[in-house]
T-cell receptor
Framework: GQQVMQIPQYQHVQEGEDFTTYCNSSTTLSNIQWYKQRPGGHPVFLIQLVKSGEVKKQKRLTFQFGEAKKNSSLHITATQTTDVGTYFCAARSSGSARQLTFGSGTQLTVLP | EAGVTQFPSHSVIEKGQTVTLRCDPISGHDNLYWYRRVMGKEIKFLLHFVKESKQDESGMPNNRFLAERTGGTYSTLKVQPAELEDSGVYFC????????????FGDGTRLSIL
């Protein structure tokens, strides 16, 4: 079945530093979604990328979809303590139904 | 709008017992999904309902797991008999019809098998 590799698994940064998490798939993706799960909470939808090479921004967050639609990244500029949580990518392969395959997540810790 | 609600929030049972998890999706969402996250690993897909029909149950681990969505509203996930490896957090999510719709997750049920 489809697999989505996400790295790193853990990331500790000082407040104000940047942070990036990466997702890679061996197959071409139809689209990719990003979710954030706060400690003790549930995944919350952040954004969806559909087009090859697409870049979307949400304040300090920048999301990219690779040209080949096989990889994606989430970059946070100048992290804040409110950014703490686990960030998941979730991919839907081309031609499949609505099943999402989640990456293993990157757990971000922001040190004040 | 009310979000996805799951019950119970936490369940502790002994190996061999039966547990039933419930999910109430957002009203009007035809799509309902069950996922499981074990020991901090990835969120794994279990199955997908469209209204009352099982669209995809390829992620169900074995026949000890039974999901239903009678009437296309709330859904239940029964584990019988429970085994140690079934421990984890079970998430339910729902979404509108249409490709690429965001999924709205419930808070999950933390299942602990002793």
């Amino acid at each position: 079945g489809q697999q989505v590799m996400q790295i790193p698994q853990y990331q500790h940064v000082q407040e104000g530093e940047d942070f990036t998490t990466y997702c890679n798939s061996s197959t071409t993706l139809s689209n990719i979604q990003w979710y954030k799960q706060r400690p003790g909470g549930h995944p919350v939808f952040l954004i969806q990328l559909v087009k090859s090479g697409e870049v979307k921004k949400q304040k300090r967050l920048t999301f990219q979809f690779g040209e080949a639609k096989k990889n994606s990244s989430l970059h946070i500029t100048a992290t804040q303590t409110t950014d703490v949580g686990t960030y998941f990518c979730a991919a839907r392969s081309s031609g499949s139904a609505r099943q999402l395959t989640f990456g293993s997540g990157t757990q971000l810790t922001v040190l004040p | 709008e009310a979000g996805v609600t799951q019950f119970p929030s936490h369940s502790v049972i002994e190996k061999g017992q039966t547990v039933t998890l419930r999910c109430d999706p957002i009203s009007g969402h035809d799509n309902l999904y069950w996922y499981r996250r074990v020991m901090g690993k990835e969120i794994k897909f279990l199955l997908h309902f469209v209204k009352e029909s099982k669209q995809d149950e390829s992620g169900m681990p074995n026949n000890r797991f039974l999901a239903e969505r009678t009437g296309g509203t709330y859904s239940t996930l029964k584990v019988q008999p429970a085994e140690l490896e079934d421990s984890g957090v079970y998430f339910c999510a729902s979404s509108h019809s249409g490709g690429g719709q965001p999924q709205h997750f419930g808070d999950g049920t933390r299942l602990s098998i002793l």
